[in-house]
């Protein structure tokens, strides 16, 4: 019987100079008085991830250590619109105009957030759909595998009970090896699916 092993090194995992980039965007974002979705968008594009991990990344681990600095950007961006009110303008007529310009731009701007959100969400769950699928056959497949390893060593240990072949030594020491591996290496892959199960939660 053949086993698969496929292993990937966590080569995505978010650091801490992701995390304080993240944070810096969706600060200005909230400030200047764009929106989270447009914050998330840029930060994909600049640390080549989706828009939807950057936005479970913010929701899930990072907003709770800015929370303060969230409350500033918002009052920030509250002075700016109360300065903006208080400008005289030139007239009536071209303050409409403009309003009613800016209100149409931000809504055409909030659907197109909205759609290319839905989309890297999309993305993102059948990236995820896929590699937890993958984890489920390697877990299978090392099941399997530790099964006929223990077959084998119960085979030494127990001749009566054998089917009657012979396992040598050396082999046996192999294979106790490579099973105390593939245990260690299941015990990893339980590790990473319950973490990141957590950090769906």
């Known amino acids: 019987m053949q086993s698969v092993e496929k292993w990937a090194s966590r080569s995505d995992a978010w650091t801490p100079e992701d995390d304080q980039r993240l944070a810096s965007l969706v600060l200005y974002h909230i400030q200047s008085g764009s929106t989270q979705l447009s914050a998330f968008d840029e930060a994909a594009n600049e640390l080549g991830r989706t828009s939807a ?4 990344r913010w929701n899930g681990v990072v907003r709770k250590y800015y929370r303060e ?37 931000v809504n055409l701007m909030s659907i197109q957030d909205v759609i290319s959100f839905l989309h890297s969400y999309d993305e993102e769950f059948h990236r995820l759909q896929n590699k937890t699928q993958h984890l489920e056959e390697d877990n299978q497949a090392l099941t399997e595998r530790i099964h006929l390893l223990e077959e084998r060593i119960s085979a030494r240990h127990f001749p009566e009970s054998s089917t009657g072949v012979e396992v040598n030594p050396q082999q046996l020491e192999e294979d106790s090896k490579t099973l105390f591996a593939i245990m260690e290496r299941a015990r990893k ?7 990141k199960q957590s950090r769906e939660a």
């Open 53 to 56: 991990a950057c936005g479970y």
């Open 69 to 105: 600095e969230i409350e500033q950007a918002k009052q920030k961006r509250k002075l700016g619109k109360k300065s903006a009110v208080n400008e005289p303008a030139p007239n009536a007529t071209g303050y409409e105009t403009a309003s009613h310009a800016e209100v149409t731009a």
């Open 189 to 195: 892959l339980l590790g990473e699916q319950a973490l």
